[in-house]
């Protein structure tokens, strides 16, 4: 079970690491982080929709494999973490526009 709880969280900290790709560069610059190494995150960009994909895929698994196994009662705030986390990463995704054009319109 162990794999399957590590697979879920690095899986929804990549999650969260694509999702942002397009919010942190823009919230780099207005703390004043600015450069040309913030167009490295851009070519992230195109592989957000399917790690977020992965990522949900791989928490859903380790959840029905705790259910059969038994260890749900033991892992379910480990779980309700990693899960929490990639919801996060689908709203960062889904609202980076808004996001963006809040941040632009703070600097």
Do not use: H, Q
């Not at 992965?54 to 380790?62: D, N, Q």
């Not at 973490?81 to 703070?106: C, H, K, M, P, Q």
């Amino acid at each position: 079970m162990k794999t399957y709880l590590g697979l879920s969280y690095l899986s929804s900290f990549s999650a969260m690491g694509v999702a942002s790709c397009c919010v942190l560069p823009m919230a780099m610059m207005l703390l004043g982080f600015g450069g040309s190494w913030l167009a490295v995150v851009g070519a992230i960009a195109g592989a957000a929709y399917p790690v977020l994909i992965l990522s949900t895929a791989l928490v859903a698994a380790a959840w029905l494999v705790a259910r059969r196994r038994g260890t749900l009662r033991s892992l379910k705030y480990w779980l309700a973490g990693s899960t929490a986390t990639t919801v996060l990463a689908w709203v960062l995704f889904l609202n980076e526009a808004g996001i963006n054009d809040y941040l632009i319109s703070r600097m």
